[in-house]
């Protein structure tokens, strides 16, 4: 045990994986709770699936493989592919889960076209955009936690200022449009702030997993509160807790890859805060409907002695 | 059979096969519960072969669907805790499922016919080279062979339940009450998707399979309002992409599932501009001329409101109109103008007057 | 129209009306669901507007509120666009446009209430907080203050909007359905809550539902299909003839006014046949 805490200090490798994959869980911890409190939770899967041909074509533009812009690149067609989901959905009979779909499946189609496009072009590139499809987080260097840092401390801090706006906007949108507070200004910002966070999950748990990060921390956290500023934070204490537990578990079994095991780490928190959450857990819930129901039978049972009813 | 032949003919029956379960799921709102599913076949896949010690089809299909079964049941169960809503429901399964798999997948045996790139993309440039063995005779490419398998069992689910399937998918109730169980027919149409998925995923990966699932019937749907022609329309479709697909992949050398799903989303991106009835253009088409009617319309209504009350010599000057309705001049033009054309209203000196079909239009406007 | 005594409730010094819509012709994607609406809602009024459904009740006020895209005309709140006199207005959604499963307590809905105020980035503080409390007081929802909002009744959240809009402390009060499912005390409360609103000289406007209990709560009276078809004070607006007019050939009115839902609906129906 101390010297697996050493080895989170001091090994450079582990360090890292655990510092990025952490990072990671708390950004998309703390808008995951906004996404799944709208009701937008697969939207960020779509968003991830989108990403791909962004980062092609960046890396078709540029021809290297610098961070900054593949992740431009990436968040570029997370938008793209938000505004072609908006205009079926308001243009078209389509409802809301075919445009999810049918985004997600085109855009990662046509990327999965260019990347093989490329990868035949040129093969010594290979590994560096085959990454982003089950994210490597094995693989997470200073540099991209550097990258991570400035990008999760953004998207933080813009949370942290726009707390209430975001808050309102969440719970009462209408209501927030009266109050003059721009409702579509502010969804563009969260859904950019969630596509921060799912460039950022992209290299670390894959274009597949990123749905879990987002969704799987804020429902955990909604079991245990019934507040919003502790549910984020609890949000994002679970995505941390589940990315250094994953990253630990593969540093130790080396057969473990590191996305997946961040993604079972996350749904054992999201299964056992399900059953086991004061006042909102499912085995408490079984448990009192069973009291309730003896206590029925008893009471039948003994109107019954009495002759009360027969 | 060479690859020349087996690739595309492996590429439309895969595509004919998903397609025609598409339909059905985009009116059941399902298709990110079909994205799960092709996803969540990946443990049991695993398991299967697993368990038979190598990638044995029988096994194959039997741990997928029993993966299915299991993330269907998962989600349902976790949406009626109410807990959590249906996205999150789905978001919180499929993952965990495929993250399972890719676990038993580099556990297990890494090296497994499934690599990384087969579970995203598949492998179906190399159907040729697998083919089906029947008492030493060599009968062909096994994909052939199971993709036309699945065609005739979705094409013989569907003939079937036709009836079922679509009084479920309309009015749930009714069907209920009619004795037609919605959750069987929920439960068989996951199977036979599950099953198909299982196919599809050797040739296509999971992502993909989605596409072929849902896109081809997405844009049947923009181009037809009835059941019986949106079916074979899709199929036709999801046929079509794969065609083209393949030249391109052939011409660019690049993935060919890949070249399919990017050629169903251009044919999907056409409809979406082009659609006679639904397209974006259309709409816009159809938008401006309605704006040019209703701005005529809005008109006659407002000069109707104000005739014989006191204000009515205010209101119906040409002047007035700009600023009372706040419209620009331009927009105030084009209203007079075309109210003018249509014969309800006559400019006298400075003001408008209503003609009496602009009485009657204003009144038929206002009664609906 | 009537345009007669517009006045009569008018504190003295303002004869501006509270609200006052010009040939206001809304329209949801080029097709109008309202057409040249001219109103003007005398200020300390207690006003219901009532109307069959998909006359346009609830679109009319959130047209009032500048949530809905004005084809035609022009919005004026005490004689100024509606821009310029946010802080004079407070706003009662209808209940059921909320979720009310979000993980919050009634009294931070309240405070919800002050944001308007406080406009962008700043935090409410002490001073929102008692505002808040307050309101939740005059509701009779003192002791419910941190109570998770999907554990309220509905009458219970109902008045928990309410106290948010008096939190707002605004001039001007817009009601969507507030009395829809609401229990008997609830009810009450919300009658004594006009009352007293009117009293201290405020205006509020209700969308209503209910024919019969309208006589009794309120004192100004529009009548609302498509168009205005009546307004003015209650009794005399409350008529036999005025409410056929309004309701009478409901079912044409439904048929053909809203397009979308009608080709939706046909398109449904032949899918089904």
């Not at chain 1, 969704?215 to 679970?238: C, E, H, K, N, Y």
């Not at chain 2, 401006?288 to 409101?305: D, K, P, Y």
């Amino acid at each position: 045990m101390s010297e697996l805490l050493r080895d989170l200090i001091f090994d450079y490798t582990l360090r890292n994986v655990a510092l990025g994959s952490a990072l990671l869980g708390i950004v998309s911890g703390v808008l995951g709770s906004y996404a799944v409190l709208r009701r937008q939770g697969l939207l960020g899967d779509t968003l991830a699936h989108a990403a791909l041909p962004g980062i092609c074509i960046a890396f078709l533009i540029t021809g290297s493989r610098a961070q900054i812009p593949l992740l431009l690149g990436a968040g570029i067609a997370g938008w793209v592919g938000t505004m072609i989901l908006l205009l079926i959905v308001r243009r078209t009979v389509l409802s809301e889960d075919a445009a999810l779909g049918i985004v997600l499946s085109t855009f990662f189609g046509f990327g999965v076209l260019l990347l093989t496009f490329i990868n035949q072009r040129d093969d010594a590139n290979q590994a560096g955009l085959d990454k982003y499809l089950f994210g490597q987080a094995a693989a997470l260097i200073e540099s991209d936690v550097i990258i991570f840092a400035i990008l999760g401390g953004v998207a933080l801090a813009l949370v942290l200022l726009f707390y209430q706006e975001f808050k309102l906007l969440t719970f009462d949108p209408e209501f927030a449009g009266s109050l003059g507070f721009g409702t579509t200004k502010l969804s563009v910002l969260l859904t950019s702030l969630i596509v921060v966070a799912v460039v950022i999950g992209l290299q670390t748990v894959g274009v597949v997993l990123m749905a879990a990060m987002l969704i799987g921390p804020a429902a955990a956290a909604r079991q245990w509160t019934d507040r919003l500023g502790v549910m984020i934070v609890l949000s994002a204490a679970f995505g941390a807790v589940a990315g250094v537990v994953g990253a630990v578990l593969s540093f130790t079994e080396e057969r473990l890859p590191t996305g997946p095991t961040i993604v079972l780490a996350l749904t054992v928190i999201v299964f056992a805060s399900l059953a086991f959450a004061p006042a909102r857990g499912l085995v408490w819930e079984w448990w009192r409907r069973r009291q309730q129901r003896r206590a029925w039978a008893l009471e039948v049972a003994r109107l019954k002695a009495e002759g009360h009813v027969r | 059979m060479s690859s020349a032949v087996a690739v595309p003919l492996t590429g439309v029956l895969v595509a004919s096969a998903c397609a025609l379960l598409g339909s059905f799921l985009i009116l059941r709102r399902m298709a990110m519960m079909s994205d799960a599913i092709s996803h969540a076949i990946l443990p049991g896949l695993v398991a299967g072969y697993v368990l038979a010690q190598g990638p044995n089809l029988f096994a194959g299909f039997l741990g997928a669907s029993l993966a299915a079964a299991v993330t269907v049941t998962a989600v349902e169960a976790l949406k009626r805790t109410r807990r959590v809503d249906a996205g999150a429901a789905i978001g919180i399964v499929f993952p965990a499922m495929f993250a399972l798999g890719t676990v038993l997948v580099t556990w297990r045996f890494s090296d497994i016919h499934l690599d990384a790139d087969a579970i995203l993309f598949g492998n179906i440039e190399f159907v040729a080279f697998d083919t089906f063995v029947f008492n030493g005779q060599d009968l062909g490419p096994q994909s052939v062979w199971v993709m036309s398998g699945l065609c005739l069992l979705n094409l013989l689910f569907i003939g079937i339940f036709y009836k079922e399937l679509k009084l479920t998918t309309f009015d749930a109730g009714l069907a209920a009450a009619l004795g037609f169980s919605p959750a069987i027919v929920h439960y068989a149409l996951m199977l036979v998707l599950s099953i198909t998925s299982v196919g599809a995923f050797s040739a296509v990966g999971a992502v993909l399979v989605v596409a072929l699932v849902i896109v081809p019937a997405a844009t049947a749907y923009l181009l037809t309002d009835r059941l019986a022609v949106m079916i074979p329309l899709s199929v036709v479709i999801g046929a079509v992409a794969a065609l083209i697909g393949y030249r391109v992949a052939i011409a660019v050398d690049a993935s060919i599932a890949g070249a399919m799903v990017s050629a169903v989303g251009v044919l999907f991106g056409l409809a979406l501009l082009f659609s006679p009835s639904q397209g974006v253009v259309a709409r816009a088409w159809q938008n401006r001329r309605n704006r040019a009617v209703i701005a005529s319309q809005m008109l006659v209504v407002h000069l109707f409101n104000h005739e014989g009350a006191p204000d009515s010599e205010e209101e119906s000057s040409v002047e007035h109109l700009s600023d009372g309705l706040r419209w620009s001049p331009a927009r105030t033009d084009m209203a007079v103008a075309g109210a003018s054309r249509r014969g309800w209203v006559v400019r006298a000196n400075g003001h408008l007057e209503l003609t009496e079909p602009g009485r009657e239009t204003a009144r038929l406007v206002l009664a609906r | 129209m009537t345009h007669a005594p517009l006045f009569e409730h008018a504190p003295p010094g303002t004869p501006v009306p509270a609200v006052s819509l010009r040939d206001l012709t809304v329209a949801y994607r080029e097709t109008p669901v309202l057409w040249d609406v001219d109103l003007d809602i005398p200020a300390g009024s207690l006003t219901a507007i009532i109307g069959p459904n998909g006359a346009g009740k609830s679109t009319l006020i959130k047209a009032a509120l500048g949530l809905a895209p004005l084809a035609a005309g022009s919005v004026s709140i005490f004689g100024e666009p509606y821009k310029e006199q946010r802080d004079l207005v407070g706003y009662v959604p209808q209940r059921g446009s909320v979720d009310w499963d979000f993980p919050t307590n009634a009294l931070d809905v309240v405070m919800m209430g002050t944001y308007g105020r406080l406009g962008w980035i700043r935090r409410p503080g002490k001073a929102q907080r008692e505002v808040a409390m307050r309101s939740l007081e005059q509701l009779g929802m003192a002791d419910f203050a941190h109570r998770q909002i999907s554990q309220l009744s509905g009458g219970q959240q109902q008045r928990v909007f309410l106290a948010r809009a008096l939190a707002q402390d605004a001039e001007l009060y817009v009601m969507d359905e507030p009395f829809v499912g609401v229990d008997a005390t609830t009810e009450r409360a919300i009658v004594d809550l006009l009352r007293e609103l009117q009293a201290r000289g405020k205006t509020v406007v209700c969308v209503h539902h209910d024919l019969e209990s309208a006589p009794d709560y309120f004192d100004w009276l529009v009548l609302l299909n498509v168009r205005i078809i009546a307004d003015g004070p209650f009794a005399a607006t409350f008529t036999p003839e005025n409410l056929s007019r309004t309701y009478g050939g409901r079912t044409h009115v439904l048929g053909r006014l809203d397009h979308e839902a009608v080709a939706r609906e046909a398109q449904e129906i032949e899918l089904r046949i």
